[in-house]
């Protein structure tokens, strides 16, 4: 092995895992890098790196003053957010991918990029990041090692993750860990591949430097492979967020949600109630992944398996997001956000005064008058949990949280009421295997088209999605306490195209009537699609601008037009997944066409 920089200039000697090691010489072979970093996680490591990460023009520091710690980063302008029609799952058998999945064949897959790799990292240094997914000492806690030649990642990854020494010592001598190889090549959208072996429990990504391509513990481990053991190992691996919800008298009431990619999450797991919900107060837990496993006691259980936030920035501000502002304040990495030269950023629904001078996401000197956003819709701050104000205690916690409430949502501009809840366990999997949504900025494609998205988990469902829905049925036989299932909509609109419902912090008044569901003191109507608050079940004290019981009515509306529609539209995802789709779910689309 060639010159290993640590255990030079931080005294770290390497780890004595041989499956770890072996491994390591294999993957330094095939890409022939320069020097291998062996990160400790220290803060004398994130110092070093951070220095030469300014000096190779890769981050720009930021004014220290205002923005202690933090630095920034212009991603390739061709490389700004995942890229789904690059993204595969490589199985052995193409129906275990399922319809929803890219899938090819392992062994042309490794060949390939395997090709690819070949003496790629040469001039270049190969980074080894041991880390955990999952707090230390948790049972669900996962060991993931991922090789780069990408500086950024590694210094995003000790964010978003629990990096260096910890994992290593949680991984000891155990050759159970998932490995993960990333090289930006030159960027080239056409050799830009996110690939994953769940059966080898490893993952490639090459092409690309941004988010959840490459940062391999998020979507691709704690959700593609997450889900893929999951399956095997009796748990659910989910692209929800988990809040804490602690009412007036002390009383807990955890709550998971699923919305998909930029419809919510970070906001409503950082919400703070109104003015008005006097000692009402919620706790973020995780604002993007859940890992939920049955305990002894027959609850579900549920731990965030990030250590840090990747949230989307664009309409960010003390108003709708106070907590993410406050996390963002130091020790952040902005993406693509605009700047100044003298190191201050801003970002479209910041304020409402753009500095002068500013410079956009691609390092070109902004004109308001261009039409052009300043900041990329997709741009994001990297953030340690710990900066967050409301941060959970129980984010630690080895043994998770117990779930209460399970919520579905999409961005539906019709259609879908402010919020409804399910008659039971499988009309909610039901509900959440139909979500739709508007397709938002952070994938490429297109903005705004209603897509189904089940459970948020389309573009991050590591098998066939017609065994994923089995899978949260037979769930069912291994939870005792189920949880109740919700499904809300912040993004209805009236006929002028406005919001009907003001949404972020305004939220707190569906959660009070969700959480009192589940303890059994809320009432509900019960209708052809679920059980629905009436206007005098939810608390609308103080709602700016007034809700009037018309206003509510036009919320909650079922619109057997436009109902006509949907199900016409879910009947494009159920026939894709026809061979594996569970028959419970057919009988639940039966019984939803008779009730309307
Ligand atoms: P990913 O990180 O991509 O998984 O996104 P996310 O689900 O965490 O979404 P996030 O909370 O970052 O919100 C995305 C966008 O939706 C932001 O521009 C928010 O301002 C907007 N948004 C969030 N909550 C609400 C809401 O209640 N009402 C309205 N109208 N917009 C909202
Ligand atoms: C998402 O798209 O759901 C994200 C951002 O959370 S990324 O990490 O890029 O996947
Ligand atoms: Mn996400």
Request: aromatic letters at 10%; a neutral charge; hydrophobic letters at 40%.
């Amino acid at each position: 092995m060639s010159k290993t920089f640590s255990s030079e200039t931080f005294g770290q000697t390497l780890p004595s895992n041989k499956k770890l090691l072996a491994w390591v010489k294999e993957v330094v072979e095939l890409t022939t890098p320069d020097q291998i970093f062996w990160c400790d996680g220290s803060e004398e490591e994130k110092e070093f790196l951070t220095k030469q990460a300014v000096d190779q023009k890769i981050l720009i520091k930021l004014d220290q003053k205002k923005w202690p710690g933090c630095y920034y980063h212009h991603s390739n302008p061709n490389d700004v957010a995942r890229v789904e029609q690059s993204t595969f799952i490589c199985c052995e058998r193409k129906e275990d991918a399922g319809p929803t999945n890219n899938w090819a064949a392992p062994k042309e897959m490794y060949d390939k990029l395997h090709g690819m790799l070949r003496g790629a990292m040469k001039g270049r240094t190969m980074y080894v990041i041991p880390y955990l997914m999952g707090p230390a000492g948790s049972p669900m806690t996962k060991v993931g090692v991922e090789l780069t030649d990408s500086i950024y990642v590694v210094l995003n990854m000790r964010i978003m993750t629990r990096m260096g020494k910890v994992a290593l010592k949680h991984l000891g001598e155990n050759s159970d860990f998932n490995r993960g190889i990333h090289s930006v090549l030159d960027c080239d959208p056409a050799r830009r591949f996110i690939c994953h072996f769940p059966q080898d429990n490893a993952i490639i990504s090459v092409g690309s430097g941004y988010g959840g391509n490459v940062l391999l513990g998020k979507k691709c481990l704690a959700l593609r492979i997450g889900s893929a053991l999951g399956r095997n190992e009796g748990w659910l691996a989910e692209h929800m967020l988990l809040l804490c919800l602690e009412d007036p008298e002390g009383k807990k009431t955890y709550v998971a949600a699923a919305f998909p990619s930029a419809c919510g999450k970070t906001n409503f797991a950082m919400m703070i109630p109104p003015e008005s919900f006097k000692g009402w107060k919620v706790t973020t837990v995780g604002d993007d992944i859940a890992w939920m496993k049955p305990g002894a006691d027959g609850r579900l259980y549920a731990i965030n398996p990030e250590a840090g936030y990747f949230g989307v920035v664009p309409g960010t501000n003390n108003k709708s997001n106070f907590n993410a502002m406050r996390s963002m304040e130091c020790d952040t990495i902005f993406t693509n956000v605009a700047r100044t030269p003298d190191g201050d950023v801003w970002w479209e629904g910041k304020d409402n005064s753009p500095p002068k001078d500013l410079i956009d996401w691609k390092g070109n000197s902004w004109n308001p008058e261009s039409g052009e956003k300043a900041a990329h819709p997709n741009s994001r701050f990297t953030a340690p949990m710990k900066n967050n104000p409301d941060v959970a205690e129980e984010a630690e916690w080895p043994e998770g949280v117990p779930i209460s409430a399970i919520v579905f949502g999409g961005r539906r501009a019709n259609t879908m009421p402010l919020v409804f809840q399910a008659f039971n366990w499988i009309h909610g999997v039901y509900i959440g295997a139909t979500v739709g949504s508007e397709m938002t900025a952070a994938a490429a494609g297109t903005l705004g088209q209603v897509r189904r998205d089940p459970m948020a988990m389309l573009p991050f469902c590591g098998y066939n999605m017609g065994k994923y829905f089995d899978h949260w049925l037979e769930m069912r036989r291994m939870i005792k306490v189920l949880p109740r299932i919700f499904h809300v909509n912040w993004f209805r609109k009236d006929s002028y195209g406005n919001f009907l419902w003001p949404g972020f912090g305004e939220n707190m008044r569906v959660l009070q009537w969700i959480a009192e569901r589940c303890q059994g003191r809320a009432n509900g109507l019960e209708t052809a699609i679920g059980w629905m608050p009436r206007y005098e079940d939810m608390n609308m004290n103080g709602i700016p601008g007034g809700m009037t019981p018309e206003r509510f009515e036009a919320l909650q509306k079922i619109d057997f037009e436009e109902w006509r529609r949907e199900l016409i539209l879910q009947d494009e995802l159920f026939i894709k997944l026809y061979r594996d789709l569970p028959k419970e779910l057919m009988c639940q689309r039966e019984l939803l066409i008779s009730r309307l």
